[in-house]
């Protein structure tokens, strides 16, 4: 039997549901670059099969013609682009109110009393991170985390799965003691080609992505009165809980895991 040692959070959707916010940085940013661009719901839930808003933007011009001019300076283009979405984001997550999402301060809370490890892994920039954190979580928050893995941590992001490494690595940790949090197909690949069993929250841009080899799929991690829909399990018997907890964990953590099959990722349009 395999013993819960350490919770594996992703950040952008699943600590906080914080993909509309980016996109809507996304779109202000273009606007300041004069670009006739418009990153729609449905549009921005298939770039975020790509991990990294740098990458999204570099995809999106490359791979539709959108690029104003595809010149030696093209990078650096896209990353004053990105400079100036990443300004945006920072305004908007400092004075609106993004909570955390359903469940995640309880289960945070629940882990530390119960002395499990916890640990972040994301393909956002630390800054993100902490722009989004020091306004969600109490001052000392990063003390709550043995490692904060992030893009600034690891060269290649996910769907690979190099920030997990990085975690397991750092911690000393065996992946059969963890599990990870995801929200989106590419962290659900990165989590498990490092071999970590994984539990999905879904959210309104990820609604309609697959997630093969997945262990739960819910809605949220639910909250006492609001109850967590389960999408996906794959143990018949996960049917009455309301909320994720270690206990729940757990139990996943020792099911066989689920069968995985390689999926396409799906075509920008």
């Known amino acids: ?23 809507q940085a996304f779109n202000l940013a273009f606007l300041d670059f004069d670009l006739e661009w418009q990153w729609t719901p449905h549009l921005y839930s298939e770039l ?17 013609g959108k690029a104003a001019k595809k010149t030696h300076n093209f990078n650096e283009f896209v990353l004053r682009v990105h400079q100036r979405k990443s300004a945006h984001y920072a305004r908007l997550i400092s004075s609106g109110e993004v909570p955390l999402r359903p469940g995640v301060k309880r289960l945070l809370n629940e882990a530390l009393e119960q002395n499990i490890k916890l640990a972040i892994a994301t393909s956002t920039s630390m800054v993100n991170v ?68 994984t539990v999905i929250t879904l959210h309104a841009l990820t609604r309609g992505s697959k997630f093969p080899g997945a262990s739960l799929v819910v809605d949220h991690l639910g909250e006492p009165g609001l109850p967590m829909t389960i999408f996906s ?29 390689k999926e396409a990722l799906p075509a920008l349009g």
């Open 1 to 23: 039997m395999s013993q819960l040692r350490t919770l594996i959070f992703d950040v952008d959707g699943t600590l906080v549901d914080t993909e509309e916010v980016h996109r």
């Open 48 to 64: 975020l099969a790509i991990s990294g808003g740098f990458e999204r933007i570099h995809c999106y011009a490359t791979h539709l």
């Open 130 to 197: 902490k722009t989004l954190l020091d306004n969600r979580l109490p001052r000392d928050w990063t003390s709550w985390f043995e490692v904060v893995a992030t893009a600034d941590t690891i060269a290649k992001k996910k769907p690979c799965p190099d920030v997990y490494h990085f975690v397991l690595n750092v911690l000393a940790e065996k992946p059969q003691h963890c599990i990870a949090i995801e929200d989106t197909e590419s962290g659900n690949t990165a989590s498990l080609q490092a071999g970590i069993t």
């Open 233 to 261: 399990s794959h143990n018949a018997s996960v049917s009455t809980p309301t909320h994720v907890d270690i206990e729940l964990l757990q139990s996943i953590l020792n099911l066989p895991r689920p069968c995985r099959h």
